[in-house]
Structures are given as C-alpha cells and as structure tokens.
C-alpha cells in the first residue's frame, strides 16, 4: 500500500520560515517526480514546487526565491523549505509522487500552513 505522511505544517508569523516534509512508503520513490501543491480557502489547488528523479526543480512563480525543495532518496523523502512567509501563503499543503513511466499519481493527506501575526 502507497502512502504519503507529510509533516512540519503549524502557524507562523509573517517573514518567518517552515520545513515540511513527506515520506514516501510502500513504492520506489527514486521513481517518482515528488512535489508539492497547496490549496487556500476557495481557491484551486496550484503547484509549489516539484523535483525530478534527477532532481531537476520547478517553482510556481508566488514561491520563487523563497522556497527550497529537495529529496533524499535514502530516507525517501521530500521536504519544502519555506522562507519569508506571507499571510498568502496560508493554505493547506500536498505532498504529490507521480511515476512518469506508469502514470501513477499518489497524494498526502495534506498539512496546514498558516501565516498571521
């Protein structure tokens, strides 16, 4: 059975920095583009960074500069280093693995992430 268990969410005030992290069980994560999206309050889920087998990254443009992601294969996790928060980055955050051979896509239960003073 596949899973996702994510963890490092919690409230922050504006301008500070969170960790989070997700480990991947029961595949081969070396297979997988690991990533993580988010999804506010009436808003549509949108991609925050992804990282490649080769460890080749994308970001969506709102985290550029500030958010860090990288994986360790040997621990089989991804984490998401967020710096200089901002209330727009509250939302709830996914921890994505998607195998690009076989198309398959597994999802985290999701972290909550809340930036407020």
């Known amino acids: 059975q596949v899973q996702l268990v994510e963890s490092g969410g919690g409230l922050v005030q504006p301008g500070g920095s969170l960790t989070l992290s997700c480990t991947l069980s029961?595949?081969?994560?070396?297979?997988?583009?690991m990533g993580w999206y988010r999804q506010a309050p009436g808003k549509q889920r949108e991609l925050v960074a992804s990282i490649s087998q080769s460890s080749t990254t994308n970001y969506g443009d709102s985290v550029k500069g500030r958010f860090t992601i990288s994986r360790d294969n040997a621990k089989k996790t991804v984490y998401l280093q967020m710096n200089s928060l901002k209330p727009d980055d509250t939302a709830v955050y996914y921890c994505?693995?998607?195998?690009?051979?076989?198309?398959?896509?597994?999802w985290g239960q999701g972290t909550q992430v809340t930036v407020s003073s």
């Open positions: 029961g595949t081969i994560f070396s297979a997988h583009t």
């Open positions: 994505n693995a998607r195998n690009p051979f076989t198309g398959n896509n597994f």
